[in-house]
Structures are given as C-alpha cells and as structure tokens.
C-alpha cells in the first residue's frame, strides 16, 4: 500500500492488545473514520511476504473468494512462499468486510485451523452487515473496536503534526468517566492546556461547525468534501446496506433528524413531516445509527420501562455533517439564529461519545428531564457512578446553570445515586466552584 499521512489514534492499542491476545480485530465506525489507514499502521513494519491486504469494494475479488473453494489459503500461500503449515505468523487485512459478510465463515475456519499462527483484521463501514456475522461465526474469536471521527485532541495534534497519546490526557478522561476524576485531575488537565491555549481555543471554536474526520480536518474548505460525503453516503453506501424504497424520504429523514439535533424525537410528529410512517421513519433512522452517523442518547430513569417508552434524543456523529446538512450556514447566521449552542453540545456530546467508546466498560450515555427547567443534558454511568453535565456555549459562569445539577441532586439523593462530581462543559476558563463540580471548557479537551 502507499505511504500516508499518519496521526497516531487511541484506539490503536487497543487493536494491538487485541491481535497480541490472539483476538480477530474487527474496525467498524463511519466512512472515512480513518479505518483502512489504521489497518495499514498496524501491519506497517511487517514483512510483505508476511501479511495480505484485501478490498472487498473488488466485487470480482469478494465473488472468487466466496465461491472459489480454497482460493483464500492460496493467496496467503502464496504470498508468504510456502504452505501454511509451515508459517509462523501471517497477518490479514480485510478492509470494507460488510460487503462480504461470506467470507466470515471462510476466515473463522481458516482461524480455527491456525489460532496460533493468523493474526486478522477486519474494517467495516455498517454494523449491519458486520455485528450479526461476528456475533454468530466469530463468538469468542473477535473484539470489536469503534474507530470514530478524530477526538478533539486528536484533530489538534493532527494539523500540528504531533502525536497526541503521549500526554496523558486519555487516563484523565478515563477517570473522568469512571467516577474517578480528582482535583488532582483537574489541576493536571489545565496544566496541559495552557500549552498552546490560544490555539487549542481556536480549533475547538472553529470545530464547532467543521469536519473531525481526518481528511477535511485540517481544509479550510471543507464544503465541497462534506458534499460529496453526504452524497455517496445516501445514493450509494445505504443503497448497498438495506433496501431504501423512497431516496428522497431518506434525505428527508436525515434533514428532519439534523433539525431537531438535541431535541427529543417524537416519531409520529416527525414522520408526517417527512411524508412517511413511523414505522418507516424508524428503520431510517435505525440504518443511519447502523452506519454510525447518529448518536443515540435515551432518557436516565431508575426505572427500565421508562428509558424505553420516553423520547431519545440524536445527534450527527459530526458537527460537519450538521452543518453541511443544514446548508453551509455562515457563522454569523449561526449566532444570530441561536443555533451556535445546539452546534457546542452537538460537539460535547459526540465527544464523550468517542472516549466511552474507548472504555471497556462501555458507559451508558444518557440525558435527564424531570420538566423544561429541570433537565440535565448528558448523564455518563459506569461502574455504578453516574456523572451528569451539563453543556453551554457562554464563556462566564451563570448561576442559572447549575440549576439542572442541583435538581438532579435532589430527586436522586434519597435513591443514594453514587454522583461523585458534576460537570459543567463551557467555552470559557477552568474552575472548580466546589468539592464536586468543576467547570471544564471544552477546548481542554483538545
């Protein structure tokens, strides 16, 4: 393969950790997300004649090896020179798997026959057709790994060509998440960005509206490659996926979800909107989170029955993607219209999002609503804490914010709910107001 511009991911141990423990890695997350580069970093220093790299957008190649008994083994004879048998370790990539989810069955008895000496990776665009073949023929055999746009952090260390695992800022956020995050924490967090504040400010500001897949991160025209992106994802990728009877309702649907980014979806409303059914407008809705452009948030409620029958809220996996899909709006329009604050909790939330799917655990993300004042906007559970936040665009403290996290406090504390800390996302300066609640501006994070 070409040599490519690298930045150095989070989840790149975690794919290491898998192959090292004898694991089938499997890469899934959005178009563009950075998974095939990935692939191509892991295996870079190994031998040619000890790795294979296949590309299932090769409808030939997917077809010949699905119906060509044997065919598999005999490229990686091949390539490596010499029968299986007698391979120590060889490495496969197979990139774009959902379009050959056959072949699942082929490789897990390739596996089987050589745990020991096949170390394989996989890179997938759709749970839909990756999740059911991992979950029936590779059961014990394969760890998933989300691959998503760049982190914040990452984006910055990316324009500045730096690598950004090397400052600790992933075992901060892991505490943060985990109910585990000290003053100590906090203090070090803003040690590290006063390091290049101003210009950490700045991207953050300017990634409230654009891009954090890799590619168009760093454009300072990123419109002409969100368009195409949008396109190819609507006429093409969902196209390949699942059956979309109505093109156009599709596009509509995505419009209407952009529209109501942070607000709870009512389906039947929405759907005479688009022109659809519920029904309908659902399984929309189900294929874009399956393609991993939405971001799914259910209600917090002790109460099982009531997470499911209430409205979840959904957000595009990306700040870019709302803003191409709401036309490109100019800054100043967006601050005129107010909507520059759904674009700052778009990018807070999407944010948490890609360090909990770092986890192990997998935290819940979750937001809170007793009555139109007293609502929380994400509340992170893991090993038995929970973590509300609440999210603003302002740059000094009002008062009025806390007013969610208070009432939070109240109608759980005689549930005796572990809340360790709250935390307020801003756009202004670090502070922690007392014990337990520290505001935290997001350009931190980057």
Known sequence: MR????????VEQACRTALRDSKIAVLIGARQTGKSTLAWKIFEHVQEGRKLYL???DPFLRDRLVQTEGLLVRMIEEKAGRPMSALEEFHLVIDEAQKAPALFEIVKDLYDSNPERLRVLFTGSSALAIHDPVAETLAGRARIIQVPPFTLSEGFAHQRGEDPTRDGLAGMLSRLLCGRFTTADFNALGERARWHAADRRKWV?????FPLFPEPSTSRQPEVWLRD???TYQEKDIQSLASVGNLTIFRSCIRQVAARTGSPIKWETMAQEVGTTSVTLR?????MEQTFTLVRLGTFALNPVKRVI??????PVDPGLLWGLRGFEDLRLLKVSGMLGAFAELLAIVEIAKWCSFEPTSPEMRFWSKTAV????????????HIPFEIKLGRKLDRSWLRGLDAFDKDHRDLQLEIPYRIILHMGEPDQLDDR???????MLA
């Open 3 to 10: 040599e490519r511009e690298y930045t150095k991911r989070y």
């Open 55 to 57: 590309n299932m957008d």
């Open 205 to 209: 500001e300017e990634h409230l509206r």
């Open 229 to 231: 992106y949008m396109s």
């Open 283 to 287: 399984k929309y809705v189900g294929l």
């Open 310 to 315: 209430r409205a979840p809220k959904l957000y």
């Open 374 to 385: 007293s609502e929380v906007d994400l509340v992170v559970s893991s090993r038995g804490f």
């Open 437 to 443: 609640t520290y505001l935290l501006p997001l350009w």
